[in-house]
């Protein structure tokens, strides 16, 4: 009879013991996936600020260009659309299409 509730004990225990620890890490992998998406998401951020940075320093070149119409400022022009990100090619086209305005109807200095 000793036996027999000595074994009921141990395989009682060995249950909870496997029930917590199943527990544990299934809160575990949660709190580690929630930090993984606050990093992706702090990466977006931080990408389309840099895209956005990008774009208006874009359009700061493409009118600097528009006014001294120098070979030094086209090359810095083109070069920054150049680095536009294809997501905005709207603004892309736009730029390039000023750009190419510029050299057509002026001379440079």
Same mark, same amino acid.
């Given at each position: 009879? %000793? %036996?027999?509730?000595?074994?009921?004990?141990?395989?009682?225990?060995?249950?909870?013991?496997?029930?917590?620890?199943?527990? *544990?890490?299934?809160?575990?992998?949660?709190?580690?996936?929630?930090?993984?998406?606050?990093?992706?998401?702090?990466?977006? !951020?931080?990408?389309?600020?840099? *895209?956005?940075?990008?774009?208006?320093?874009?359009?700061?070149?493409?009118?600097?260009?528009?006014?001294?119409?120098?070979?030094? !400022?086209?090359?810095?022009?083109?070069?920054?659309?150049? %680095?536009?990100?294809?997501?905005?090619?709207?603004?892309?086209?736009?730029?390039?299409?000023?750009?190419? %305005? *510029?050299?057509?109807?002026?001379?440079?200095?």
């Amino acid at each position: 009879m %000793l %036996l027999i509730m000595k074994k009921n004990f141990i395989g009682k225990s060995i249950l909870s013991i496997a029930a917590i620890s199943l527990t *544990v890490s299934t809160f575990a992998g949660e709190s580690h996936a929630q930090t993984k998406a606050e990093k992706y998401n702090e990466y977006q !951020t931080n990408f389309k600020k840099q *895209v956005n940075k990008k774009v208006v320093d874009a359009q700061k070149a493409v009118n600097l260009f528009k006014r001294t119409r120098t070979v030094a !400022t086209h090359r810095k022009a083109q070069r920054a659309v150049n %680095l536009i990100h294809f997501q905005h090619s709207y603004e892309k086209k736009k730029l390039q299409r000023q750009i190419d %305005l *510029v050299l057509k109807y002026n001379t440079l200095k």
